[in-house]
């Protein structure tokens, strides 16, 4: 992730729908969101979690296409 797409993740996205991750998937990604797992973490368990690695990407591609986000 770059240093513009970790900004675009950690505000609140409007396509960032949590609804479709399980607690513990959502857990990491407000423990990220809020600067409770570094980076290094994060990518760790990105790597572990295929769907949530999906999703992450997913959110990030929504975001950089959003006019309002640039």
């Not at 770059?2 to 996205?13: E, G, N, R």
């Not at 423990?31 to 690695?53: I, M, T, V």
């Amino acid at each position: 992730m770059s240093t513009s797409d970790t900004q675009s993740f950690k505000s609140p996205l409007k396509n960032g729908d949590v609804r479709g991750l399980n607690k513990q998937q959502r857990d990491i990604v407000d423990a990220y969101r809020f600067g409770k797992l570094d980076e290094k973490d994060f990518q760790h368990e990105l790597s572990k979690d295929p769907a949530l690695a999906k999703w992450v990407r997913q959110v990030l591609e929504a975001a950089s296409k959003d006019p309002l986000n640039k």
